[in-house]
């Protein structure tokens, strides 16, 4: 999956428009039109790391989508797929609960990475 996709998939995932993320990181909305239509490779970190909060992704991740170096040392433009095991069983709503709370031990395990 690419870092524009990533971006629009989670942005409609937490029911915002691209004037709610421009109104809550001050990133322009036509910028994050051409963020997710992919037409930027490699946004600053700034603004990486705005969008990760916002979104609830992981920083890392995004890092790696836009082609840099992570503290891992790799380059990846890569992002992990496929669903994980386990929630066959589960409703859809149980399911997005469930990544919801994947996505917020993330965003705690970012907090406590840049807090100390």
């Known amino acids: 999956m690419t870092l524009g996709r990533t971006l629009r998939n989670a942005r409609k995932q937490v029911g915002k428009t691209l004037r709610d993320i421009e109104g809550t990181t001050g990133i322009s ?7 997710e239509s992919d037409h930027i490779k490699q946004p600053s970190p700034r603004h990486l790391y705005k969008l990760a909060d916002v979104l609830r992704l992981d ?9 840099y170096v992570t503290p891992a040392g790799s ?11 386990g929630l ?14 994947i996505q917020d031990l993330r965003a ?9």
């Open 108 to 116: 705690a395990r970012q907090a406590r990475k840049f807090s100390g």
């Open 29 to 35: 909305n036509g910028y994050l039109s051409q963020l």
């Open 59 to 67: 920083y890392e991740e995004l890092m790696q989508l836009a082609g």
């Open 88 to 101: 066959e069983g589960l409703t859809e709503e149980d399911k997005q609960k469930v990544k919801a709370y």
């Open 75 to 85: 380059i990846s433009r890569h992002y992990p797929t496929g669903e994980l095991s």
